[in-house]
């Protein structure tokens, strides 16, 4: 890696007023062996909704391996959800879905009540399979969406989910909150991530048609403020999945332009504010992961 590529990378962080974390490389090559870009790539990171990526693998492996069937229906009663800003928890009233389109909504909108059911009907010890079949030794899973909402509840001294998010939205207080401390939340690194998402890209994961879902998911996901804000061309693919909670902001993702191999890349961040919104960070994680990327398009590594 160019000292200058790892320079810009901390400056874009700093100039958005966060701590970032980065790791990218190239989807099917031994990590390092074509050159990769790591700022932080081994620190302990908190995953938020990426945990959800890990997670959708494990489904996927109970589809493959006949444990459950995709078109399998759950009934959903929204009242009884986890809360979130979208998904199946803002409905006004019960539906039946299958599990595989739970796993959509839970993946292209970050759906939190999707997730938890999901995680219900896997469970943790198969995420923690998924984990240890793949190598990712830094990667630990604690619970889902309504684990960490009880959490923050507790940790911010307040009655409810919507409280504890006011709260920890006032800048005029400083929160320590065990959501974002990798040492209590579910946590990762950013290579741990980019080892997944390789994992994923050449079917090591999750084997055959199944591995395509995956990959489809992610490529629709709606979301378009981060990873994707830096690559805004129509020909390029760029499939993630986002993590948000307070002043924590992640995506990871693999890019692929046309003819070339894709990149998969990691960010991690953390802002000094915890405002409900903050494009300013949205818009570094795009330019960090567009300087990574271009770096490792450019064969300058090699």
Same mark, same amino acid.
């Given at each position: 890696? /160019?000292?200058?590529?790892?320079k810009?990378?901390?400056?874009v962080?700093?100039?958005?007023g966060c701590?970032g974390?980065?790791h ?5 090559t031994?990590d390092?062996s074509?050159?990769?870009?790591a ?24 589809f493959d391996s ?10 959903v009663?929204?009242?009884d959800?986890?809360p979130?800003?979208?998904?199946v928890?803002t409905f006004?009233?019960?539906?039946v879905? =299958?599990?595989?389109?739970l796993?959509?909504?839970m993946?292209?909108?970050s ?8 995680l219900?009907?896997v469970?943790?010890?198969?995420v923690?399979r998924v +984990?240890?079949? +793949? ?7 604690i619970g ?5 909402h ?7 001294h307040? &009655? /409810?989910?919507?409280?504890a998010?006011? %709260?920890l939205?006032?800048n005029d207080?400083?929160w320590?909150? =065990?959501?974002y401390?990798p040492?209590?939340?579910?946590a /990762?690194t950013?290579r741990?991530?980019? /080892?997944l998402l ?11 048609? &199944?591995?395509?879902f995956?990959?489809? %998911?992610?490529?629709?996901q709606?979301w378009q &403020?981060r990873?994707?804000?830096?690559f ?7 499939a ?5 909670i307070?002043?924590?902001?992640n ?12 990149v998969?890349?990691a ?7 915890a405002d409900p ?5 949205d818009?570094?994680?795009? &330019?960090?992961?567009?300087?990574a990327?271009t770096?490792?398009?450019?064969g300058?590594l090699d």
């Amino acid at each position: 890696m /160019t000292p200058s590529a790892e320079k810009r990378i901390r400056d874009v962080f700093a100039d958005a007023g966060c701590i970032g974390w980065l790791h990218a490389r190239r989807v099917g090559t031994p990590d390092g062996s074509a050159g990769d870009i790591a700022v932080g790539a081994d620190d302990l990171v908190v995953l938020a909704s990426v945990y959800k990526l890990p997670l959708f693998v494990s489904l996927c492996r109970a589809f493959d391996s006949g444990e459950l069937s995709p078109t399998a229906t759950v009934r959903v009663t929204p009242a009884d959800c986890t809360p979130g800003p979208t998904g199946v928890s803002t409905f006004r009233d019960p539906i039946v879905l =299958s599990w595989r389109d739970l796993a959509l909504s839970m993946m292209t909108v970050s759906d939190n009540a999707a997730a938890d059911l999901v995680l219900g009907r896997v469970g943790l010890e198969s995420v923690e399979r998924v +984990l240890s079949d +793949l190598g990712l030794t830094s990667t630990r899973v604690i619970g889902g969406a309504a684990d960490a909402h009880s959490s923050l509840v507790i940790d911010a001294h307040a &009655h /409810t989910t919507a409280e504890a998010f006011a %709260a920890l939205a006032d800048n005029d207080e400083a929160w320590t909150v =065990s959501a974002y401390d990798p040492s209590y939340a579910s946590a /990762t690194t950013p290579r741990d991530m980019t /080892t997944l998402l390789d994992a994923i890209w050449t079917g090591r994961a999750v084997p055959g048609p &199944h591995a395509a879902f995956v990959r489809q %998911a992610m490529s629709a996901q709606v979301w378009q &403020h981060r990873i994707r804000s830096g690559f805004p061309y129509s020909d390029v693919d760029v499939a993630g999945k986002t993590g948000t909670i307070g002043a924590i902001r992640n995506e990871v993702a693999v890019v692929t332009f046309p003819g070339e191999i894709p990149v998969a890349v990691a960010v991690f961040t953390r802002a000094a504010r915890a405002d409900p919104v903050l494009p300013v960070v949205d818009a570094a994680i795009g &330019h960090a992961a567009r300087i990574a990327v271009t770096e490792l398009r450019s064969g300058r590594l090699d």
